[in-house]
């Protein structure tokens, strides 16, 4: 039996095909603009979180320019004070490199010779084996080693930038708010104004409860490294808490290299203690501090968080998986306040629908 067609709206085609045109090009201009969107991006984020500060001192009678100057020079101190300490520690680190050589080569003679004896490989081809391997990763060095140079390069240009992003949008709030105010009839401009005020509380909320849980768990991190006695344990640590940052992938980095250390260094127990610590404060770290810190503010649900992860690392890398969260819950926040797209803001939220309340029974009682 043929579908009947009479009554489809070929307005509905057009509109779908544009949609679909204007995603792929969206998704192909964030993909090749990455570096100069992502250090904008970030900007933005921090400049929000600094407009408080910024507006403190302005209510202190200190004028706009010099008000955000000392807060952007006074974050900069502080990151230098932070970026100095980890430095140095990490050549202390470096300093162990050719120990760390030993004990590994150590370890896979041990190795080698324990696959010898429990699975009959002739120890020879195990080391020929081997031998190919460091000449294919040799091989690709290179070309790594170049790509890193150019993202070396590249990274600290943006972090030139940056500073000079915030202050320029700090400087030109009240131009943005104005623009974006004149895009709007008046009749619009008290949903324009909730919608502003809800995104900037969010992001506020968001990034210091990020802060505070990244400080928690490189304490926790750093205190029960130091208890197994592993080196560099308040460095590791840090390390950790910054990965931690990275949603639902970064903790699990973060534990490779306390257990590489606590394995080449101390003990194979002791890298398993290392995994039952990092173990603990995830779990800390999920259910409470997660739960009470950050997911609070931008209250979107799991499955939207790490499709929106894995695709923001996917188009911008590392940086992508951090922004995805932030930009999601704008975008929540936007179709919470407009009434068409209500349903797409539903969907991105935590809140789950009792079965008895919603659709659920209508669609039982259709079926039956």
């Not at 952007?72 to 430095?87: A, D, E, G, K, N």
């Not at 127990?269 to 770290?285: E, T």
């Amino acid at each position: 039996m043929a579908i009947p067609t009479e009554n489809t709206n070929p307005t509905l085609h057009i509109k779908a095909a544009c949609l679909i045109v204007i995603l792929i090009g969206s998704a192909y201009i964030l993909f090749i603009g990455g570096s100069v969107i992502i250090p904008i991006l970030f900007s933005v984020l921090i400049a929000i979180l600094l407009n408080p500060s910024v507006n403190y001192l302005n209510r202190k009678g200190i004028p706009n320019v010099i008000s955000i100057l000392m807060v952007i020079l006074i974050t900069m101190l502080i990151l230098s004070i932070l970026v100095y300490f980890l430095v140095a520690q990490f050549s202390q680190l470096t300093e162990m490199l050719p120990e760390l050589k030993v004990q590994i080569q150590h370890m896979v003679t041990q190795s080698n010779q324990w696959i010898s004896q429990h699975f009959n490989i002739p120890l020879k081809r195990l080391q020929e084996w081997q031998t190919q391997s460091t000449k294919d990763i040799l091989k690709d060095t290179s070309g790594i080693i170049g790509t890193t140079i150019l993202n070396i390069s590249i990274t600290l240009t943006v972090i030139f930038l940056i500073p000079i992003y915030i202050f320029m949008m700090l400087f030109y709030k009240t131009l943005f708010i104005e623009f974006i105010g004149r895009l709007f009839t008046k009749e619009k401009h008290g949903s324009i104004a909730s919608i502003i005020h809800d995104t900037k509380t969010m992001i506020q909320s968001y990034l210091s409860g990020l802060l505070i849980e990244s400080l928690i768990v490189a304490t926790l991190n750093s205190i029960g490294l130091l208890i197994i006695g592993v080196d560099f344990a308040i460095l590791i640590g840090a390390i950790g808490g910054v990965l931690n940052i990275i949603p639902y992938i970064g903790g699990i980095v973060a534990v490779i290299i306390p257990m590489f250390i606590a394995l080449t260094t101390i003990s194979p127990a002791a890298a398993g203690w290392v995994l039952v610590v990092y173990l603990i404060v995830q779990f800390v770290d999920n259910n409470i501090l997660m739960h009470y810190i950050v997911s609070s503010k931008v209250k979107i649900n799991a499955l939207a968080s790490i499709i929106v992860v894995l695709t923001g690392g996917a188009i911008w890398g590392i940086p992508g998986m951090f922004l995805s969260i932030p930009l999601i819950a704008i975008f929540k926040i936007i179709f919470d306040h407009v009434d068409s797209l209500k349903p797409f803001g539903f969907l991105l939220g935590d809140t789950i629908p009792m079965q008895q309340n919603s659709f659920f029974k209508k669609l039982r009682t259709a079926k039956k």
